[in-house]
T-cell receptor, first 114, second 110 residues
Framework: AQSVTQPDIHITVSEGASLELRCNYSYGATPYLFWYVQSPGQGLQLLLKYFSGDTLVQGIKGFEAEFKRSQSSFNLRKPSVHWSDAAEYFC????????????FGTGTSLTVIP | NAGVTQTPKFQVLKTGQSMTLQCAQDMNHNSMYWYRQDPGMGLRLIYY???????DKGEVPNGYNVSRLNKREFSLRLESAAPSQTSVYFCASDRNTEAFFGQGTRLTVV
């Protein structure tokens, strides 16, 4: 069965520090991969996605993610975190089969301290 | 551009009551989804609809029914609400495997 693992439930970083959020997936082939961000009381917003090609993907708000097939990972990074980045981050896989089912990780809550 | 619109935003039900959560998208997407979000569990797929007239069960369909009324609208019904259905519900639609989400419905069953 497919699964998405985000091993870090909560991360705290200082403003201006670098950030890496981890995501691992379990699936027989390479799925479509996504990172979403959710601010309090809001829906999910897409940060970036990977379908194929270049394994380093650039997204909005200065985020990037790198797909590593050998590690079944798709980690999210940002070189310098801003206070407005405090939110919940979800990794997701999309399975292109009869309706494009999406499976989400349990999320990582990011706190940014001044 | 409204995107995906969910109503209501908040709802409190008594155990055993029924209600329908409404969702509409104006992006002409074929696929639509209902998820529930619970603390520490991420988003779990309840039902999805690959196209108008079709619906399929997701991970956690028990206690729910859906209707894909037309291409725009996809409703979720709780026939007899239970406290375990207290959650935040998100509707989504997708284009080229990119999902767009509504703002969510916070449902409390007492």
């Amino acid at each position: 069965a497919q699964s998405v693992t985000q091993p870090d439930i909560h991360i705290t970083v200082s403003e201006g520090a670098s950030l890496e959020l981890r995501c691992n997936y379990s699936y027989g082939a390479t799925p479509y991969l996504f990172w979403y961000v959710q601010s309090p009381g809001q829906g999910l917003q897409l940060l970036l996605k990977y379908f194929s090609g270049d394994t380093l993907v650039q997204g909005i708000k200065g985020f990037e993610a790198e797909f590593k097939r050998s590690q079944s990972s798709f980690n999210l990074r940002k070189p310098s975190v801003h206070w407005s980045d405090a939110a919940e981050y979800f990794c997701a896989v999309g399975l292109p089969q009869g309706g494009n089912q999406f499976y989400f990780g349990t999320g990582t809550s990011l706190t940014v301290i001044p | 551009n409204a995107g995906v619109t969910q109503t209501p935003k908040f709802q409190v039900l008594k155990t055993g009551q029924s209600m329908t959560l409404q969702c509409a998208q104006d992006m002409n997407h074929n696929s639509m989804y209902w998820y529930r979000q619970d603390p520490g569990m991420g988003l779990r797929l309840i039902y999805y609809s690959a196209s108008e007239g079709t619906t399929d069960k997701g991970e956690v369909p028990n206690g729910y029914n859906v209707s894909r009324l037309n291409k725009r609208e996809f409703s979720l019904r709780l026939e007899s609400a239970a406290p375990s259905q207290t959650s935040v519900y998100f509707c989504a639609s997708d284009r080229n495997t990119e999902a767009f989400f509504g703002q969510g419905t916070r449902l409390t069953v007492v």
